[in-house]
């Protein structure tokens, strides 16, 4: 049975009806309704609209996504979000992240390839922990052994949130960059800004947490600290920030 009700308190000076929630008990219900999202757009036919409320992860997938699709922009190669996938408008394929994420198998028994890691400072929140360590990369295939090679860290592996920001550019100038919040939504993106707002590049850095309890907003705080941290020691980063004497 779907069900529904109205958001926010009764109010007879609010300019507009307050939004109605609704929770659909099948797929199908759900379908019918936003398969007519178009013709309510539409002032002239209704003055309803709708939004879908879509889940975290995939609304964090999307934001991610919405700023690559704006780097194929500026290039004029036309893309389209669709859910959570980016799909090129002329070819129809759907864009993939390059290094994709290890397999256990990858992590446990791969070929060792013993690169130097730095490690940062370790911050510490109401029994949550965290830790990072960074690397020098210059290419999708560094990335990806970095990660691994860091995954295989001591007590690592155990940690709640793994998340990961890189850049490097390319031979032809081209920068390259990505991260993955690994079910911290919204850290990848946190970290990743850290490169822009201090001009690092060439560097990967993944940023462990160790759940303990809630403490809200604070956790990006911590995430960017751990990972600067981490980054500042690392040779060819690129690191902009003078230290204070």
């Known amino acids: 049975m779907d069900e529904w009700f109205r958001m926010g308190e009764k109010d007879k000076n609010r300019k507009y009806p307050r939004p109605v929630c609704v929770q659909f008990a099948n797929k ?41 699709q704006k780097k194929y922009q500026a290039k004029n190669i036309d893309t389209k979000l669709k859910g959570d996938k980016l799909v090129f408008t002329g070819s129809g394929s759907v864009y993939k992240e390059k290094i994709g ?44 052994e970095s990660v691994i090679e860091i995954l295989r860290l001591p007590n690592v592996v155990s940690a709640s949130h793994n998340v990961l920001a890189y850049r490097f550019a390319s031979k032809d100038g081209t920068i390259h960059e990505g991260s993955d919040d690994d079910g911290e939504y919204g850290a990848g993106r946190a970290l990743l800004s850290t490169f822009d707002e201090n001009g690092i590049q060439n560097a990967l850095v993944v940023v462990s947490r160790w759940y303990g309890s809630k403490i809200g907003p604070r956790r990006f705080r911590h995430i960017k600290e751990a990972g600067i941290s981490a980054l500042k020691k690392l040779p060819g980063s690129g690191w902009s920030k003078s230290e204070t004497p």
């Open 101 to 144: 994420t290890p397999t256990a198998e990858e992590v446990i028994s791969g070929d060792s390839v013993n690169i130097p890691v730095c490690s940062g400072n370790q911050v510490e929140d109401n029994g949550n922990r965290f830790s990072s360590h960074a690397i020098t990369v210059d290419s999708y295939r560094k990335v990806r």
């Open 28 to 68: 199908i219900n759900k379908d019918t309704v936003m398969s007519k999202i178009k013709t309510l757009k539409d002032k002239k036919k209704s003055p309803i609209r709708v939004a879908s409320h879509q889940p975290e992860q995939i609304r964090e997938t999307r934001k991610k996504l919405f700023e690559i």
